[in-house]
């Protein structure tokens, strides 16, 4: 009888180990010590009774038994305490486990509703394209521009839109991303009803759940006008028909100033040798120091193409700092720019023209004279200067 309890502590203890191990999924390395000793003992008693043979028979006995029980109740008591905890997170914490999963939910649908308002407020467009490249998924400022009422496209319909001669490059420039060259700019065709219309589409690789995934911008270009830089500095400034309404209440404020237009003449230039990006940031670097030295008032300074300005001067000093500029031919006009390791001087030609509070020149004549002084100066091959009206 003695020895079926003896067999009964040793299988139950083996049992509880396992269980645990299968429930929680999870190998108890202490248990497992525990589990070893208590095996251990039983071998030697069972098999090499003769190593205990110098011990008292029935003191042995006992503390055998005490130590197989011992052995069960550690493990019993440890399974029974991971089932509390299971049933005191299900009775006591599962309300705060649903508070919690509610906040996280509507944290994630505050997030969600955020990211979809903000694509209404961008000018350009946004494109998703599938991990596979199956398919993309445009905005609404893209499907406008394409003329579809599709917001999913999939890769197939979607070239089919793309310009014959633009579609190798195009598929070149986004199947090549990978974690070194994560990002791309891609100039292309795409066809806008009837005719193609330019785009310039800049992309971005991320990876999620291990799989590859791209997000770009797109943006048409008006190629009848200088498109955008993407710079600050030049895209912020007001055009031409701002100046013509400043111009207007100038005049009827009755003010003196000088209406000064200026061509960046050798941009042209610095475009071929060195590429367009570098010929904006000159022009930006160039137009920062003009706002500094005569333009810190706002509609003060005007882009009228992509290379010629239009400058109001009202302080006398100021024109004054100018025309001593120009007379001497200083770094003031001449400037002399660093762009990463490119180093240019940008030569402009100015052409001002004067206007007085009694002046009978209509707004039209004023920028058109301002513009024939301008040719004159670029024609000079003296002077990168010519003055109407004034000194």
């Given at each position: 009888m003695i020895d079926v309890i003896y067999y009964v502590i040793i299988f139950l203890t083996w049992f509880l180990f396992?269980?645990?191990?299968?429930?929680?999924?999870?190998?108890?390395?202490?248990?497992?010590?525990?589990?070893?000793?208590?095996?251990?003992i039983v071998v030697i008693w069972e098999f090499f009774p003769n190593i205990l043979q110098d011990f008292n028979v029935k003191?042995?006995?006992?503390?055998?038994?005490?130590?197989?029980?011992?052995?069960?109740?550690?493990?019993?008591?440890?399974?029974?305490?991971?089932?509390?905890?299971?049933?005191?997170l299900t009775d006591y914490d599962f309300f705060e486990l649903e508070k919690e999963l509610d906040r996280v939910n509507k944290a994630s649908d505050l997030l969600r509703k955020r990211f979809i308002y903000s694509i209404d407020l961008l000018n350009e467009g946004l494109v998703f394209y599938?991990?596979?490249?199956?398919?993309?998924?445009?905005?609404?400022?893209?499907?406008?521009?394409?003329?579809?009422?599709?917001?999913q496209l999939t890769m197939d319909e979607y070239l089919a839109l793309i310009h014959e001669e633009d579609k190798k490059q195009y598929l070149q420039n986004?199947?090549?991303?990978?974690?070194?060259?994560?990002?791309?700019?891609?100039?292309y065709r795409i066809q806008a009803g009837e005719n193609y219309a330019w785009v310039i589409e800049k992309g971005k690789m991320f990876k999620h759940n291990k799989a590859e995934h791209i997000i770009s911008t797109?943006?048409?270009v008006n190629l009848?006008?200088?498109?955008?830089?993407?710079?600050?500095?030049?895209?912020?400034?007001?055009?031409?028909?701002?100046?013509?309404?400043?111009?207007?209440?100038?005049r009827k404020e009755k003010q003196t100033f000088y209406l000064i237009m200026l061509h960046l003449t050798n941009i042209p230039d610095i475009n071929k040798r060195f590429g367009r990006?570098?010929?904006?940031?000159?022009?930006?670097?160039?137009?920062?120091?003009?706002?500094?030295?005569?333009?810190?008032?706002?509609?003060?300074?005007?882009?009228i193409t992509g290379i010629q300005f239009a400058l109001i001067i009202k302080d006398e000093l100021k024109y004054q700092n100018l025309h001593r500029a120009l007379s001497s031919g200083g770094d003031l006009i001449n400037l002399k720019l660093n762009i990463g390791g490119i180093q240019q001087i940008i030569y402009p030609n100015l052409g001002v023209m004067k206007s007085d509070p009694w002046s009978k020149v209509n707004i039209n004549d004023l920028i058109s004279l301002s513009n024939k002084a301008l040719e004159e100066a670029i024609s000079d091959n003296k002077n990168n200067y010519s003055i109407f009206g004034g000194a």
């Open positions: 396992a269980s645990s191990i299968i429930i929680y999924k999870k190998l108890n390395i202490w248990k497992l010590i525990v589990l070893i000793l208590v095996y251990t003191y042995l006995e006992e503390i055998y038994l005490l130590i197989l029980i011992f052995g069960l109740i550690i493990m019993a008591v440890t399974f029974r305490r991971k089932i509390q905890v299971t049933k005191n599938e991990s596979d490249y199956s398919g993309l998924y445009i905005t609404d400022q893209v499907k406008a521009l394409i003329n579809t009422d599709q917001n986004i199947k090549k991303m990978n974690d070194k060259l994560s990002s791309f700019e891609i100039k797109f943006k048409p009848k006008l200088f498109p955008d830089t993407m710079i600050e500095e030049l895209d912020s400034l007001p055009y031409e028909d701002d100046l013509t309404k400043t111009l207007s209440i100038l990006d570098v010929g904006n940031l000159m022009i930006a670097e160039y137009v920062k120091n003009m706002r500094y030295h005569f333009a810190r008032e706002k509609n003060t300074l005007f882009r």
